[in-house]
T-cell receptor, first 112, second 116 residues
């Protein structure tokens, strides 16, 4: 079993829709959770990070962590064509831990 | 501000040829440095990481090696490339200070390597 599981998609939705992206993980010791966005042929860029359980909102993006279920989500409201990218979840055991474990990435397309 | 440089952006190499990809970081000291590989449609596979000069940890046995000759320089090498070495190679750094410096990783723009 992979440490982090993420549905690779592809996911295609109309502009303006609410998008839900999810990851599950097996290691209950993970504490830091991140979402990266990667445009085609580019390096990933950090979108949001959260510590432990709870929600974090940044504009149209909301990151949610449920440690009891080992489940994290990224919600995108009022989706735009410019949100079309691959979204990768990542997590680490603790602050400063050497390793970040990534999900497979979900390819998202927002259709105008 | 911190920046990370990775080059070249694209590389086509014949099987059996050597490889050298370079990554440098500016604006920070003693970063953790990483090499990842991303196969088409797949996630990021950690290849090597380094917590200091000359300190390299290998995550998977492979045809590649890494070196860190200077604090902010990380090099990925191979003596003889295989077809299976094709992929998108990403260098990344993480800080070792307080939040948010040592939480998330910052990536370079990647090198697309095609072995023919």
């Amino acid at each position: 079993q992979k440490e982090v599981e993420q549905d690779p998609g592809p996911l295609s939705v109309p502009e303006g829709a609410i998008v839900s992206l999810n990851c599950t993980y097996s290691n209950s010791a993970f504490q830091y959770f991140m979402w990266y966005r990667q445009y085609s042929r580019k390096g990933p860029e950090l979108l949001m990070y959260t510590y432990s359980s709870g929600n974090k909102e940044d504009g149209r993006f909301t990151a949610q962590v449920d440690k009891s279920s080992k489940y994290i989500s990224l919600f995108i409201r009022d989706s735009q064509p410019s949100d079309s990218a691959t979204y990768l979840c990542a997590m680490s055991l603790r602050r400063g831990a050497q390793k970040l474990v990534f999900g497979q990435g979900t390819r998202l397309t927002i259709n105008p | 501000s911190q920046t990370i440089h990775q080059w070249p952006a694209t590389l086509v190499q014949p099987v059996g040829s050597p490889l050298s990809l370079e990554c440098t970081v500016e604006g920070t000291s003693n970063p953790n440095l990483y090499w990842y590989r991303q196969a088409a449609g797949r996630g990021l596979q950690l290849l090597f990481y380094s917590v200091g000069i000359g300190q390299i940890s290998s995550e998977v046995p492979q045809n590649l090696s890494a070196s860190r000759p200077q604090d902010r320089q990380f090099i990925l090498s191979s003596k003889k490339l295989l077809l299976s070495d094709s992929g998108f190679y990403l260098c990344a750094w993480r800080g070792t200070g307080g939040i948010p410096m040592n939480t998330e990783a910052f990536f370079g723009q990647g090198t697309r390597l095609t072995v023919v």
